[in-house]
């Protein structure tokens, strides 16, 4: 349960700065701020030995220290310790108010941007999966901390494969596209509200920009790469008769083997199916965003920044088919 709507509006602060945690780390603070966290943390771990003796210890009070404790942490640069406080922080608000509560939401964003400061890959991951779940379990499509966690979640998943962050087995673009998707339908789905067309606008594009890089990497693949039924040669049988001067005859066979043409087709196939299924993906996307932008139901500063995006798209979309085709 959300507490109070200053927990709302805290929550839209938090997840509204995302754009930025999915592409670098931190900067260093100040040496003000470094000195004011330093004089400071001394009295937090201080007030928090005094509640863990004196309270419950999954109390609200008690979780605010450790976020308080673990955003000082961060300051002094002790990503590491901060991180595990943080999780004490976490595991107090889960126990107290329930696996879907809100308010994690703040904690795991001060995580993520430890993660990345630790460049721990595998944690990013999990973090970001898990903020954009506690979302869809707790608000409706279109709220807006939810989709902004879509989009930070997306936008990880695409950094994540373009930089081979994560494991080579981790389809990270498709799984960003696969999150598009299924947002925007749930969209669709809810009732009408003030943004919606701008939202699906925003995702439309986001899923198109995704299809185009899947699009890409699919023509860069190597037909090798494609998994393949056929043989890669056909053998065959070829025998050779002798006849010797005495009028006996001798016969030889070998198999020879000759390219399967069929090999090279089927993997031909494939590749072109998988860019048709891609280039009509983003086309539809694309079409979709066109006409939600000549609806009435968009604002001009948001009409504005969407058609300058689209008419990027559409130009990274034909110098790629120039270059390729």
């Known amino acids: 349960m959300i507490r109070s709507t200053a927990l709302v509006f805290s929550l839209l602060t938090v997840l509204g700065s995302h754009p930025l945690l999915i592409t670098a780390a931190e900067s260093p603070p100040n040496n003000e701020a470094f000195r004011q966290a330093l004089a400071n943390r001394e009295a937090l771990e201080t007030a928090i030995a005094k509640l863990e003796t004196n309270s419950d210890l999954y109390n609200s009070e008690l979780s605010e220290a450790w976020l308080s404790l673990g955003n000082n942490l961060r300051t002094l640069g002790m990503h590491e310790e901060a991180t595990e406080i943080l999780g004490k ?84 673009e498709l799984l960003a596209a696969r999150l598009y998707s299924k947002e925007i339908q749930a969209i669709k789905n809810a009732a009408p509200y003030e943004e919606r067309d701008t939202q699906l606008a925003t995702l439309n594009l986001d899923l198109a920009a995704v ?101 990027e798209l559409s130009t990274q979309y034909n110098e790629f088919m120039q270059e390729r085709y």
């Not at 869809?136 to 950094?159: C, I, M, V, Y």
């Not at 020879?256 to 199916?273: H, I, L, R």
Request: with cysteine; hydrophobic share 35%.
């Open 89 to 172: 922080a976490l595991q107090a608000v889960r126990v107290s108010s329930g696996l879907h509560d809100l308010q994690q939401l703040p904690i795991l964003q001060q995580q993520l941007q430890s993660w990345l400061t630790l460049e721990n890959w595998e944690e990013v991951d999990a973090t970001s999966h898990l903020i954009y779940y506690i979302t869809t379990k707790s608000l409706p499509p279109g709220a807006q901390p939810r989709f902004d966690a879509l989009q930070q979640l997306a936008q990880w998943e695409s950094r994540a494969t373009r930089e081979q962050l994560l494991p080579a087995v981790r389809q990270t």
């Open 211 to 311: 299809e185009l890089q899947l699009t890409r990497q699919i023509f860069d693949t190597p037909l090798m790469a494609y998994e393949n039924t056929q043989q890669r040669t056909n053998s065959r049988l070829v025998c050779t008769t002798f006849r010797f001067p005495n009028g006996s005859v001798s016969q030889t066979c070998t198999n020879e083997e000759t390219p399967n043409m069929a090999y090279y087709f089927e993997a031909d196939n494939k590749k072109d199916q998988a860019l048709n299924l891609h280039f009509g993906n983003m086309q539809a996307a694309m079409a979709e965003t066109l006409l939600l932008l000549q609806a009435d139901t968009i604002g001009s500063p948001a009409r504005e920044e969407l058609m300058t995006r689209m008419l």
